[in-house]
């Protein structure tokens, strides 16, 4: 079992749709997570982070933290074209401070 | 100008052939990394470096090796190309005690 789970997609929404992306984990030394958007033919660019339970926010964008489920969310409110990417959750592990990625969900954004 | 920098950006090479891909930052991090990305494997980790003389391997370091010739510059290399290591390549920086890891734009690799 990968220690951090992500549904490849693809996801595809209206403009304007609230969006929700999702990670499970099974690492539980570490409550810090990352996620990370990739542009195609671009390396990832960290969007957000967030420690322990409860929720992030920045502008569109809420990282959520369920510990009791092992369960990370990002959501995007009034989605736009330019949030097509894909969306990688990412938290710490296989090394000292070297990060395990799930394998992405690539989000559509139709106009 | 970009602070991580890889080069080359694409690269066509035959199967047994060494190749090396090169990664250099501007960031001052101490710490450098080298993935792997293939379609519905996300990112694998090769090997990471803490410093100059502080190298580790990662995950998938089989059939790979690095050079961290300063701390701002990391290499990887591939003794003898095989086409399974065809694949994104990215680097990446972190330094001053965070989890963040700064990504270089990626060296698209095919071996044939």
């Given at each position: 079992q990968k220690e951090v789970e992500q549904d490849p997609g693809p996801l595809s929404v209206p403009e304007g749709a609230i969006v929700s992306l999702n990670c499970t984990y099974s690492n539980s030394a570490f409550q810090y997570f990352m996620w990370y958007r990739q542009y195609s033919r671009k390396g990832?660019?960290?969007l957000m982070y967030t420690y322990s339970s409860g929720n992030?926010?920045?502008?569109?964008?809420?990282?959520q933290v369920d510990k009791s489920s092992k369960y990370i969310s990002l959501f995007i409110r009034d989605s736009q074209p330019s949030d097509s990417a894909t969306y990688l959750c990412?938290?710490?592990?296989?090394?000292?401070?070297?990060?395990?990625?799930?394998?992405?969900?690539?989000?559509?954004?139709?106009? | 100008d970009a602070d991580v920098t890889q080069t080359?950006?694409?690269?066509?090479?035959?199967?047994?052939?060494?190749?090396?891909?090169?990664?250099?930052?501007?960031?001052?991090?101490?710490?450098?990394?080298?993935?792997?990305?293939?379609?519905?494997?996300?990112?694998?980790?090769?090997y990471y470096s803490f410093d100059v003389k502080?190298?580790?391997?990662?995950?998938?370091?089989?059939?790979?090796?690095?050079s961290r010739q300063a701390q701002a510059k990391f290499s990887l290399s591939l003794e003898?190309?095989?086409?399974?290591?065809?694949?994104?390549?990215?680097?990446?920086?972190?330094?001053?005690?965070?989890?963040?890891?700064?990504?270089?734009?990626?060296?698209?690799?095919?071996?044939?």
């Open positions: 990832p660019e960290l992030k926010e920045d502008g569109r964008f809420t990282a990412a938290q710490p592990g296989g090394g000292r401070r070297a990060l395990t990625f799930g394998s992405g969900t690539r989000l559509q954004v139709q106009p | 080359p950006r694409n690269r066509i090479t035959k199967t047994g052939k060494r190749i090396m891909l090169e990664c250099s930052q501007t960031k001052g991090h101490d710490r450098m990394y080298w993935y792997r990305q293939d379609p519905g494997l996300g990112l694998r980790l090769i502080d190298i580790n391997k990662g995950e998938i370091s089989d059939g790979y090796s690095v003898s190309a095989i086409p399974n290591q065809t694949a994104l390549y990215f680097c990446a920086t972190s330094g001053g005690g965070s989890y963040e890891q700064y990504f270089g734009p990626g060296t698209r690799l095919t071996v044939t």
